[in-house]
Nanobody, 114 residues
Framework: VQLVESGGGLVQAGGSLRLSCVASVSIFSINVMGWYRQAPGKQRELVASITGGGSTNYADSVKGRFTISRDIAKNTVYLQMNSLKPEDTAVYLC?????????WGQGTQVTVSS
C-alpha cells in the first residue's frame, strides 16, 4: 500500500488547511486509515482516524476543529483543519492499517504562525 499526502503549508493562526492522502489500493479494503502528526522533539500522536465502516475518532486536542472524511471512489482520505493553532505545527503523516501491517506516507509539513 502506498500513501501520498498533500495539502500542507504555512498558514496563520485561525486559518484552515485541507490535507489529502491518496492510497494505491481501495480504501474500502483498509481496516483503519488515520492521520498522525509529529512535532520536533515530540512523540508521534494520532490526530484522527476512520474505520472501514466509517466510524471516526479524534484526539481531544483537535475535536471540534478537525474533520476526517473519505472519498472511496477516489481512494482518498481528507483531514479538514480549521481554527489552526501554532501548537498544530507538525509533520502530518497518513497511515493505513491493513490486517496487522502499518503503512505510512512520507508526510506533509503544516506550519501555523502566530
Amino acid at each position: 500500500v502506498q500513501l501520498v499526502e498533500s495539502g500542507g503549508g504555512l498558514v496563520q493562526a485561525g486559518g484552515s488547511l485541507r490535507l489529502s492522502c491518496v492510497a494505491s489500493v481501495s480504501i474500502f479494503s483498509i481496516n483503519v486509515m488515520g492521520w498522525y502528526r509529529q512535532a520536533p522533539g515530540k512523540q508521534r500522536e494520532l490526530v484522527a482516524s476512520i474505520t472501514g465502516g466509517g466510524s471516526t475518532n479524534y484526539a481531544d486536542s483537535v475535536k471540534g476543529r478537525f474533520t476526517i472524511s473519505r472519498d472511496i471512489a477516489k481512494n482518498t482520505v481528507y483531514l479538514q483543519m480549521n481554527s489552526l493553532k501554532p501548537e498544530d505545527t507538525a509533520v502530518y503523516l497518513c497511515n493505513a492499517y491493513v490486517y496487522v501491517v502499518d503503512y505510512w506516507g512520507q508526510g506533509t509539513q503544516v506550519t501555523v504562525s502566530s
